[in-house]
C-alpha cells in the first residue's frame, strides 16, 4: 500500500487547508485511514481517523476545528482544518490500516506551518 498526500502549505492563524491522502496498491482490506502530526521536539499525535464505516475519531485538540471525511471508491480520505492556529504547525502523516490484519502503513509527510 502507498499513500499519497498532499494540500499542505502556509496559512495564517485563522486560516484553512485540506489534506489529501490517497491509497494505492493493495488496498482491499484497508479499513481505517487518518492523518497523525508531529511538530518538531514533540512525539506524533493523532490529529483524527475515519472507519470505512464513517466511524470518526477526532483529537481533543482539534474537536469542532477540523473534519475528516472519505471516499471508499477513491480510498482517499480528506482533512478539512479549520480556525488554524500556529500550534497546528506540524508534519501531518497520511496513516491507513488493515486493522484484521495487523498491518499499518504510513504515507510521507506534508508541512503545514501557521504562521500569528
Known amino acids: 500500500v502507498q499513500l499519497q498526500a498532499s494540500g499542505g502549505g502556509l496559512v495564517q492563524a485563522g486560516g484553512s487547508l485540506r489534506l489529501s491522502c490517497a491509497a494505492f496498491?493493495?488496498?482491499?482490506?484497508?479499513?481505517?485511514m487518518g492523518w497523525y502530526r508531529q511538530a518538531p521536539g514533540k512525539q506524533r499525535e493523532l490529529v483524527a481517523t475515519i472507519s470505512s464505516g464513517g466511524g470518526t475519531n477526532y483529537a481533543d485538540s482539534v474537536k469542532g476545528r477540523v473534519t475528516i471525511s472519505g471516499d471508499n471508491a477513491k480510498n482517499t480520505v480528506y482533512l478539512l482544518m479549520n480556525s488554524l492556529k500556529p500550534e497546528d504547525t506540524a508534519v501531518y502523516c497520511c496513516?491507513?490500516?488493515?486493522?484484521?490484519?495487523?498491518?499499518?502503513?504510513w504515507g510521507q509527510g506534508t508541512q503545514v506551518t501557521v504562521s500569528s
Open positions: 496498491g493493495s488496498t482491499s482490506g484497508i479499513n481505517v
Open positions: 496513516y491507513a490500516a488493515k486493522s484484521r490484519y495487523k498491518q499499518d502503513y
